[in-house]
């Protein structure tokens, strides 16, 4: 039986770059699945926003059958033998995680973006205050009345529910309970049918080769950057955004005094 790599993640981890180098490896001899969720929580979460006002229906079309994709690889991995599936998650910095998942659909909540690089401080500015809004909308914990609120409080509520409602939820793992030191770029581990490595987004590029030696790949060869923010057409509103974003007190409290920051993220909290 072949090789099963899926990569489970929150998103805006480098799972892209990460997918062409591990298919790249396996000569695309091994199977390769990227998924955002798997759990029934999480794909019935993704039906419910289908069906609010202001998706467009291709969109809803290209959601339902991400879905579907999902449910089938969920069959396939109940009929794989136990042990013979490697599970690669990453981490990445709560604040930083967000600010990137904010930007990856912006046409989709921010029509009105100018993306003229002459225009990039004005709209920085404004996309600033947007967000802001946004945040402290989704700390209401209101239900999202429109698909754009759904879709903004997922990129903007941060890794930490992610692992609790879909990782731990899927795999029956706490990840808040591994032994990972602010120093290891990966860890893995075993549980029940399936193989774990999980890596920090930031240290990806100087352990790649140790990432996929402990995967059983080869691990020679460059990383190539795939669906990286600072290589796309909004590359200067995104370089102004971060050079003018302060964060206020609420953020601090919600992103950098999380759980999952102060496991693997806060130094001073060990």
């Known amino acids: 039986m072949s090789s099963f790599y899926l990569l489970h993640q929150v998103g805006k981890v480098a799972s892209q770059t990460l997918e062409a180098r591990i298919r790249r490896a396996t000569g695309n001899s091994g199977r390769v699945e990227r998924h955002h969720f798997l759990s029934e929580h999480g794909l019935a979460h993704l039906e419910a926003i289908c069906n609010l006002p202001g998706i467009e229906r291709d969109g809803a079309d290209s959601v339902m059958q991400q879905v579907a994709v ?36 912006l046409p989709i909540y921010c029509p009105w973006v100018d993306y003229n690089p002459d225009a990039s401080v004005k709209m920085a500015a404004a996309l600033i205050e947007f967000f802001k809004d946004q945040f402290d909308r989704m700390l209401l914990r209101k239900p999202a009345s429109t698909f754009q609120e759904a879709l903004l409080d997922l990129k903007l509520r941060g890794p930490e529910p ?81 050079a003018h974003f302060e964060t206020t007190s609420s953020m601090e409290d919600y992103y950098l005094g999380s759980r999952f920051y102060k496991k693997f993220y806060d130094r001073t909290s060990r």
């Open 162 to 242: 992610w692992f609790e409602q879909e990782f731990k939820a899927f795999y029956g793992i706490d990840v808040h309970d591994l032994p990972m030191s602010g120093t290891d770029p990966f860890v893995t581990f075993k549980d029940g049918r399936f193989r774990f490595l999980l890596y920090r987004t930031e240290h990806l590029p100087s352990a790649i080769v140790g990432l996929l030696e402990a995967i059983g790949l080869p691990g020679g060869g460059s990383l190539e950057n795939v669906n990286v923010g600072a290589a796309k057409g909004y590359t200067h509103l995104y370089s102004a955004f971060l």
């Open 70 to 105: 999902a449910r089938s690889v969920r069959q396939d991995i109940m009929r794989r033998e136990p042990g013979r599936i490697d599970v690669i998650t990453g981490i990445r910095e709560p604040l930083k995680l967000a600010i990137a998942a904010f930007f990856q659909n």
